[in-house]
């Protein structure tokens, strides 16, 4: 079970048993001073251990100066198959309240170590979202600038709106302690429950038939599942499971633009840092 580390400070003195005090020593014409108290507080999550990651491999591309364009500063890539670069997955539970460690949030970084914040498009569809890293030369120098268009998804399997039936949703985050929050574009617009599912468990994620069995095991209920239409956020406190992944799509691309022309052989990289906290 992994263990959480809450440390505390308080800015007054209290008195209660049971507690070790270093011995101060007498002070002739003291003014007074600061006493710190502190101590630790020891949480044992049962939430975050509910939780199965996987990172994506590595992706190299292999291309030449004639796959640029004319003045070779600009390189787009298709992606001819998907490729996952995280995916999630839970078992279902209910916390009794927000930030007791059952809420995952996604983060991103660069090379630089720099925050990389998910971009939700004018027009959002089926997940479709971007990030954009800054593109580095063997000696680490920055010389341009990739981006990756990628889709990403999230879905919980919880009670329909109909109570005869349970059914998968997909999701969005946009507050701080949703399930998710900072890994999925602003508006799940053009997914419906079971597009949404069926996309993640290609990934590798929960079909709708595991997440509706798990669903009944945990809720004591036999209940078939139902096609859902509408969007839904979570942060964890409702009888419920979660799929989540982070993918290009075959089709998409990644659009490196170079800072100069490239005119000799370059070797380039663009690294993405990918950040899980249970909040």
Not at 2 to 15: E, G, H, Y
Not at 61 to 80: G, H, R
Not at 87 to 115: H, M, R
Not at 146 to 174: D, F, K, R, W
Request: hydrophobic share 35%.
């Amino acid at each position: 079970m992994k263990k959480k580390l809450i440390a505390i400070a308080v800015a007054t003195a209290s008195v209660m048993s049971g507690v070790a005090n270093a011995e101060s020593s007498w002070v002739e014409a003291s003014t007074g001073g600061t006493i710190d108290i502190g101590g630790t507080i020891e949480v044992d999550s049962q939430y975050d251990d509910l939780w199965t990651w996987k990172l994506g491999d590595a992706i190299t591309v292999a291309s030449n100066a004639a796959d640029m364009n004319a003045e070779k500063t600009s390189l787009t890539i298709t992606m001819e198959q998907r490729k996952p670069l995280l995916v999630g997955k839970s078992e279902p539970f209910k916390a009794p309240s927000t930030g007791v460690g059952a809420s995952p949030s996604i983060s991103f970084s660069d090379a630089d170590g720099n925050e990389v914040a998910l971009q939700t498009p004018a027009t959002p569809s089926q997940g479709k979202a971007s990030l954009t890293l800054p593109i580095k030369d063997e000696s680490k120098a920055t010389i341009g600038s990739l981006t990756l268009n990628v889709q990403a998804i999230g879905v919980m399997y919880t009670q329909s709106t109909n109570p005869s039936y349970g059914g998968p949703h997909a999701m969005t985050a946009n507050d701080v302690g949703n399930i998710f929050h900072g890994g999925l574009p602003t508006s799940a617009a053009g997914l419906n429950g079971s597009t949404a599912v069926n996309i993640v468990a290609s990934d590798g994620g929960w079909t709708v038939t595991e997440m509706m069995n798990k669903w009944n095991e945990f809720t004591g209920q036999n209940k078939s599942w139902i096609q859902t239409v509408y969007s839904a956020g979570s942060s964890g406190t409702i009888d419920a499971l979660y799929n989540y992944s982070l993918s290009i799509a075959q089709g998409q691309t990644l659009e490196a633009e170079f800072d100069s022309p490239v005119t000799t052989t370059t070797k380039w990289s663009a690294p993405l840092t990918i950040s899980i906290a249970y909040n």
